[in-house]
């Protein structure tokens, strides 16, 4: 069987971080991935769970958002799909509106709803991570409603899919 390992971003360098700005304190951003350590628990059947903590080039640590680790993560492995559990069905056109929901979005066309103000406050940070994971070497981000039972199986087990999927230019569900 498979046994969950708890690692922080500081472990075996995984994630090398920098300050986001001096008002934050210790809050920074991703610099760099190298997930050797990731990938050699991976080989070896194990499930890394990951804390959000990266550091610097003089070991201090900082707290970074999770989903922009995630995204960083998932690029930097190569994933085929980056996913994202939210409390939201998806990307929304209309934040009242469950059914504005998009279901397949390029990187380009996430850009323009950030540029047009379609997506606005705390869905920003979801589509950029989702954005950096596709950029970085995700095949595909996905932006599910968590509160939906099942939600994961019906994502990947069928063909329609269920909330947001977020590709690089022309890729096909």
Do not use: W
Not at 9 to 33: F, M, N
Not at 45 to 70: F, H, K, L, R
Request: proline share 4%; hydrophobic share 40%.
């Amino acid at each position: 069987g498979a046994y969950a390992v708890g690692l922080s971003g500081e472990d075996g360098g995984l994630i090398t971080a920098a300050p986001r700005s001096d008002d934050l304190g210790y809050v920074g951003d991703v610099v760099s991935v190298q997930p050797n350590i990731v990938e050699r628990l991976l080989s070896e059947n194990m499930i890394p769970v990951v804390s959000t903590i990266g550091a610097d080039e003089t070991g201090q640590a900082y707290n970074i958002n999770a989903d922009t680790v995630a995204g960083a993560l998932a690029g930097a492995l190569g994933a085929e799909k980056a996913i994202y559990l939210t409390d939201v069905p998806g990307l929304l056109t209309d934040i009242d509106d469950p059914g504005s929901i998009v279901a397949r979005a390029t990187v380009d066309e996430v850009r323009g709803y950030i540029a047009d103000g379609t997506i606005s406050g705390g869905m920003i940070p979801k589509v950029e991570a989702c954005i950096h994971a596709v950029e970085s070497g995700a095949n595909s981000a996905h932006m599910l409603d968590g509160r939906i039972p099942h939600v994961l199986l019906l994502e990947l087990f069928t063909d329609a899919g269920i909330g947001t999927m977020i590709t690089g230019t022309g890729a096909t569900r």
